[in-house]
């Protein structure tokens, strides 16, 4: 005899909606102006100026070997 409980398992059964096979989702790209190198330089700055609440990742220094 084994000396580990065997646990009962239940069935779980996929879900009975699915979506269609080869359903495509189509979004309006009008009035979204295309990306410029400017537009693009705007966004980067944007994104480094510090905003409160904002979580920066520490950045862990190598030690000196």
């Not at 190198?37 to 700055?45: G, L, Y």
Request: charged fraction near 30%.
């Amino acid at each position: 005899m084994s000396s580990r409980t065997l646990a009962t398992t239940k069935r779980i059964d996929p879900p009975q909606k699915t979506a269609e096979a080869g359903r495509v989702f189509k979004f309006s790209l009008k009035g979204i102006p295309p990306v410029d190198e400017k537009m693009w330089a705007q966004m980067e700055a944007a994104a480094r100026i510090p905003r409160k609440g904002r979580q920066y990742p520490t950045i862990v220094e190598a030690p000196d070997a």
